[in-house]
């Protein structure tokens, strides 16, 4: 069902941990300024410029400068990330880099599973328009074991943590009968189809995927938890207990029902939802005023300690299988539903859509 296939990368000609940074949705204002500070050709210059007209200029300078250089031969990369997990807990994440042709949601070649709004999408459309180029992966992930193993040989492109080698494996046949789930990426994903629908060209109909199997050792979905200020009603009544002893029984809860730790000033409480119901659906349910969101659970309790927000309602991770059953019943869920970690590197690899 998918199509899946080698490129023609750009990459630095000078490749390094000087010019990468994470994608440009988790980058923060002062991030952004010392990452711009680290290098004159740092890749956020691109993904956070001052306006996307001006990174796509600068993108197609670099071209023409020899800062950036394109591969003569269309190949396919693997992929290898080593990280820590939020846990502690020290693991590896295996991908392939490939050119994926964009298909609408309606094909289900390409499932979605969170809800996108139209101002990010609005941007990056802007700078897929003026660079002609996709500057991040997708992050896509499909079940089966992975068809391409890690060489044991040194990697061509390396920063980080992640780890690249150029491979030979023929994918095609793999992914034809395939469908994709996009783990992070939807606005981006919605806009290379916005982009192919206006330009219709063979290059336009492809976008930088890395895909990752679902049955990898080293991936790992890990909860986002929501904060709420202002909202002194979300306060629960009942008998408020110790939080770890909350967030102990919390782990030990079947998964056939939403369950959450909602902390307040007074303690924890552990609540209960519907059968069938995720747990980021049962807090959904309180709407969104005043919410805020962060992996670290004891981040959310400090807010609630220090007078910043009333209440914290922390969560278990959310299954991968239990996303991919929702996003084949055609079924979106709330934003932050899942929290893959770690985020691609952006400034490895770029795929120009132009021959």
Known sequence: M?????????????????????????????????LTARDLH????????????EAGRLFRAWLDEGVLVRDAEPTIWALSQDYVGPDGVARRREGIVASLQVEPYETRAV??????????????????RAARAQIEPIFLLYDGDSPVAVPDRPTDLEAEGTRLWRVDTPVAEFFADRQLLIADGHHRYE?????D??????????????????????????????????????????????????????????YDRSVAVVYSREGAVLVHGEPGELD?????RYGHD???????AREAARRVDDGEADVAFLLRATRIEDVFVRARRGEVMPQKTTYF??????????????P
């Open 2 to 34: 998918a199509v899946v296939t080698p490129f023609r990368a750009a990459r630095y000609a000078e490749p390094g941990e000087a010019v990468v940074a994470p994608p440009y949705d988790v980058i923060s204002p002062a991030e952004r300024d010392a």
């Open 42 to 53: 740092n890749v956020v210059r691109l993904t956070l410029a001052g306006s996307e007209e």
């Open 111 to 128: 499932l979605p599973h969170e809800r996108t709004h139209a101002g990010p999408k609005e941007s990056r459309l802007r700078l897929l």
């Open 191 to 195: 806009t290379a189809l916005a982009y």
């Open 197 to 254: 629908a206006e330009e219709r060209t063979p290059e336009s109909a492809h976008t930088l995927v890395v895909l990752v199997s679902t049955s990898d050792p080293g991936l790992e979905i890990f909860p986002t938890h929501r904060v709420f200020s202002g909202r002194p009603e979300l306060v629960p009544s009942g008998d408020p207990g110790d939080l770890d002893e909350a967030l102990t029984h919390l782990a030990a809860e079947p």
């Open 280 to 284: 980021v659906e049962l807090v959904d």
């Open 290 to 296: 005043g919410i805020a969101y962060t992996p670290d």
């Open 341 to 354: 970690f770690p985020k691609l590197l952006s400034g490895l690899l770029f795929m120009p859509l132009e």
